[in-house]
């Protein structure tokens, strides 16, 4: 499209008709002139052919009157264009329009407002306040006679449904009215029209009230008069009207074109066009005052019959081909809103409920969806763990939040079960701990004499948090106290081991106590060794049953590739040895990771019955070697 | 942009993102704004020139220190877009 010789070609028409305007009204004062001479009587009809009318018939009543219809007409057009005119800002007042503040976080109403700044760019005039209209149809509206006062509004329907491109055309439409002026164009045309309408209203009083104690002369002239100017006033205004509604629909070619020169891309308002013929509301407008700023809408705000006279904006088909010659005729209705991340599904939520243990179905862990899980979070998942919080007992929640009792808990959750034990443990506590924190520990001990599995993560992951906070020192001689209660039993249990390792993995590094090796990333060839020995771990913690242990080994060692690995013996898997593979296994590249994690899942689900024992072994490996993973909701 | 625009189209659920829906409109805007600005000083730089042909500035303009044309934005590579790509098969 060549928008400078659209453009061109739109502002000669409008001057066309713009003349043809202003003839039209000097017509009407002479129609309204000799109207008045004929109605007093000036003129009588048998003398109009005798050649002696020309006296009466001279120019300074001419004037006169012609004047005193003029001055009614330019009263009337001042009044109209004064409570018309002025700021933009009252018109999106009368509108209910409510101001966009920048900075919102609304996305859709910062991308109005980006591109309102950067058309206003284009077009070289300072930005004008965006106002948006609560519609769900796709309009816009520019207000105000000058750039400086100008507004620009929106409604919901445009910012929500059009594209970012489609957008900017619509937008570059609005500003091209305030840069041509057409505002300023129609507020004088609808302020003249007003004038012409106020002759028709003061013959339509003259008509009604006047009239009444004259002569009977006068009494016909007056009520001719009256007639007269009713019918050039309200007849005036109706041609009038259709005049200024061909005007408006020549500014609209114009800025279509010039929304094609700002943007530079004519599928931008095209698009736009398109989308409202396809769209079901359209761009109708259900505020009622949106009569008065017809003219200064985007697209027709008001249904209108398929040809109309008075239409304000030209047919939708018209504006689409004068952009784009070959279009073909279809409105398609194109969804552009991106998908966002799909929700949990009702029926996965409905299974969060239950409390039970651990215990996945199998079809689930056989694709090893829940590797899948680890950095993700779906909404049964956080009301899985908002059931969880709940359980927790208050006192329990309180003391993981203090720095003081968190210490005393921990050392709770490591006391054994065993009764004599504890009470050496408790002993022990009472020499070497903190003096406050050995008292907690007995309290939390006589109140809560136990917790169950699925809690017991949960607590640690809020427990670091507040471990945090304790100062070095603290911290070094809560770790000795911690080793010295686990060791004291001389055997070590799953949980007692993935609690150590879990609060030192993560405690030990915020306390600079870990020197931090910057290595590079191994591969699965290089740390084979500990996968070894971490898959072995995992077969042997379970129940395995039905299959050998060398069967369900060979199973996870194809999730690895071909690794030259086999199952060690059950006397080979010693602690130190575990620590070190874990410690080898969180350098392995991060590509890798799943594919071990995978592995270890394979082994669980391998005799269909996996145990709560066996998935907190499992997130505790994930979590030591930094892939942590979300407690598994079935 | 177009390296930035092809890698986050690899990941959608990173471009569904909240913060990343914002961040890629502020680069869209910035961007836009600059190619915009660019583009409206030439819009004025023709008008000018125009208008200078037009009568009476054709006669008087030399008068009143407008004797020279402003000259277009240029840009590094205008070489490069003014000449046709070139298609190989």
């Not at chain 1, 004062?29 to 048998?46: K, R």
């Not at chain 1, 979590?623 to 979300?630: A, E, G």
Request: charged share 20%; net charge negative.
């Amino acid at each position: 499209m060549n928008f400078f010789k659209a453009q061109d070609h739109a502002r000669q028409s409008t001057t066309k008709l713009v003349v043809l305007f202003s003839l039209a009204v000097l017509s009407l004062i002479i129609l309204t002139n000799l109207l008045a001479m004929f109605a007093f009587g000036f003129v009588n009809t048998e003398q109009l052919t005798a050649a002696s009318t020309q006296r009466q018939f001279d120019w300074e009543t001419f004037l006169l009157i012609g004047s005193a219809v003029f001055v009614t007409i330019l009263f009337g057009s001042f009044y109209k264009i004064l409570s018309l005119g002025g700021s933009g800002a009252k018109v999106a007042e009368m509108m209910d329009a409510e101001l966009i503040i920048d900075g919102t976080k609304d996305i859709h109403k910062q991308t109005v407002l980006n591109v309102v700044e950067e058309m206003a760019i284009a077009s070289g005039i300072p930005v004008p306040p965006v106002y948006l209209l609560h519609e769900d149809s796709i309009n816009a509206f520019a207000a105000g006679n000058s750039p400086s006062n100008a507004v620009i509004g929106v409604t919901r329907g445009t910012i929500e449904k059009l594209s970012r491109d489609e957008l900017q055309g619509v937008i570059a439409h609005e500003f091209s009215h305030i840069l041509n002026g057409d505002m300023r164009l129609n507020i004088k045309l609808i302020g003249i029209l007003h004038g012409i309408l106020l002759l028709g209203i003061i013959g339509y009083y003259l008509l009604r009230f006047g009239g009444s104690s004259r002569n009977s002369k006068d009494n016909g002239g007056i009520v001719a008069l009256a007639l007269g100017l009713v019918v050039i006033g309200y007849g005036g205004t109706f041609f009038g009207n259709i005049i200024k509604a061909a005007v408006n629909r020549q500014r609209e070619f114009l800025a279509d074109a010039s929304a094609v020169q700002f943007t530079r891309n004519p599928d931008g308002i095209a698009g736009a066009l398109k989308r409202i013929g396809a769209d079901a509301v359209g761009s109708t407008l259900q505020n009622p005052n949106s009569v008065e700023i017809s003219h200064a809408l985007f697209s027709e705000g008001i249904q209108r019959s398929f040809i109309n006279l008075f239409a304000t904006h030209p047919p939708l088909e018209k504006r689409i081909r004068s952009i784009e010659p070959n279009w073909d005729g279809k409105f398609e209705y194109k969804p552009i809103i991106e998908e966002p991340i799909k929700e949990a599904s009702h029926s996965q939520s409905q299974r969060a409920e239950k409390t039970g243990p651990l215990i996945a179905g199998a079809s689930l862990l056989n694709s090893g969806a829940f590797v899948d899980r680890i950095g993700q979070l779906n909404a049964s998942q956080i009301e899985y763990a908002q059931q969880i919080l709940n359980q927790l007992p208050t006192e329990i929640k309180q003391a993981a939040h203090n720095p003081f009792s968190v210490r005393a808990l921990i050392y709770f959750l490591v006391l054994d079960t065993d009764s004599d034990m504890r009470r050496q443990q408790l002993q022990y506590l009472e020499s070497a701990a903190d003096e406050g924190v050995y008292g907690e520990t007995v309290k939390l001990v006589n109140e809560f004499p136990d917790l169950s599995v699925e809690h017991r993560l949960p607590l640690l992951d809020i427990s670091l948090s507040t471990l945090r906070q304790l100062s070095k020192q603290q911290y070094r001689l809560f770790k000795n106290n911690l080793n010295a209660l686990v060791a004291m039993d001389s055997k070590i249990q799953l949980f007692e081991w993935t609690l150590q390792k879990i609060l030192f993995h993560h405690l030990d590094a915020v306390f600079g106590q870990t020197i931090k090796q910057e290595s590079k990333p191994l591969n699965l060839i290089q740390t084979q060794n500990a996968c070894a020995v971490i898959l072995s771990l995992l077969v042997y913690s379970g129940k395995q049953v039905g299959m050998s242990h060398e069967a369900i080994f060979a199973a996870a060692k194809e999730k690895l590739g071909d690794l030259n690995i086999e199952l060690l013996p059950a006397t080979e898997i010693s602690l130190t040895k575990v620590n070190d593979s874990l410690d080898q296994l969180a350098k392995l590249t991060p590509l890798k990771k799943p594919l071990l994690l995978k592995a270890c899942a394979k082994i669980i689900v391998a005799d269909q019955q996996i145990s709560a024992t066996e998935i907190e072994m499992f997130r505790a490996i994930a979590d030591l070697i930094d892939c942590p993973m979300p407690p598994l909701v079935v | 942009m177009s390296k930035f625009n092809v890698v986050m189209e690899a990941y959608p659920d990173l471009k569904a993102n909240q913060n990343m829906m914002q961040l890629s409109e502020e680069l869209i805007s910035t961007e836009n704004k600059v190619s915009f600005a660019r583009q409206a000083f030439n819009d004025q730089v023709m008008e000018y020139n125009t208008y200078k042909q037009s009568f009476p500035p054709v006669a008087l303009a030399s008068m009143f220190g407008h004797a020279q044309d402003a000259s277009l934005l240029a840009f590094e590579d205008s070489a490069e877009i003014q000449a046709a790509p070139k298609v190989s098969f």
